[in-house]
């Protein structure tokens, strides 16, 4: 089923401050840079209590976020303006229509810590805990679940991936075993997915030209069983190629490289549709 998202540029530019809702929906969002934490000031909905990301970078191979909850999110990211140096814009959440309550934000702040870490897609290094879930009652914390869902939506239509779990599909599993490794994965509008439990070779063959980024990636997503390294979490690359190079430890057309249980490569099962 369709969905018509309308998005707002406050100032004209895709990159800067702007809000997102789902049409029929009360879930809004308010995507606000660091540098226009001025932008706060105008907005009385950003007052109140709101569910909030803070996305950045580290010096991690996986982007940073922190997750929280707040009574007055102007006032609370002031703290955040002054301890955090990682964060560079903020996606904050609140209701269109009723105001949320304390409560309210804290489900959700509940709810989104548990899948971003299972996620495992970015760094939390703020949300070493899970809190635990308030007592909400059965019909609200029905909404708040459906509100979580727009959560969910939005910051993936802004290309935010942080609380993405990969669904695979037997039928379009893809295998490799070259250099030792025995890993799986599939495609999808996402990139080449390489599933949990993957046998990723341990080394790499001398012209391999991103080695320290792969290096620091087998470092983050593995970890030695009986000798070998095993994927702990899944992870999606941009490309099937990548996706291989990374599996391998070696330079690979991830089209030709992935093939099915059958025997077929990523190319004649996708590939073959322009045909």
Partial sequence: M?????????????????YSFISNKICQMFVVPRSNLSYLNTQEKLQKPAFYILLGENEST????????????????????????FWQKALIFVSKDA?????DVQYLEHKAITRAKKANLFVLNDNKQIPKAPNLPEHQRDS????????????????CNIFEISQPKAEHLFYTKGRNCNASGFYSSNGFTVLKGSIIAKTMVPSFNWKAKREKMLQEYTADENGQLVLTSDKTFSTPSTA??????SSNNGWLTWKDENGQTLHAVYRKQLE
Wanted: hydrophobic fraction near 30%; proline fraction near 3%.
């Fill in 2 to 18: 369709g969905k018509t998202v309308t998005t707002y540029l406050i100032d004209g530019d895709p990159k800067g401050t702007q």
């Fill in 99 to 103: 105001d949320m309550t304390k409560v």
């Fill in 62 to 85: 996986k982007p940073q976020a922190y997750i929280g909850e707040t009574e007055n999110f102007r006032e609370h990211v002031k703290d955040h303006d002054s301890k955090k140096a």
């Fill in 244 to 249: 291989a190079d990374f599996c391998i430890g």
């Fill in 144 to 159: 708040m679940d459906e509100f979580f869902e727009d959560v969910k939506f939005l910051a993936s239509f802004i290309g």
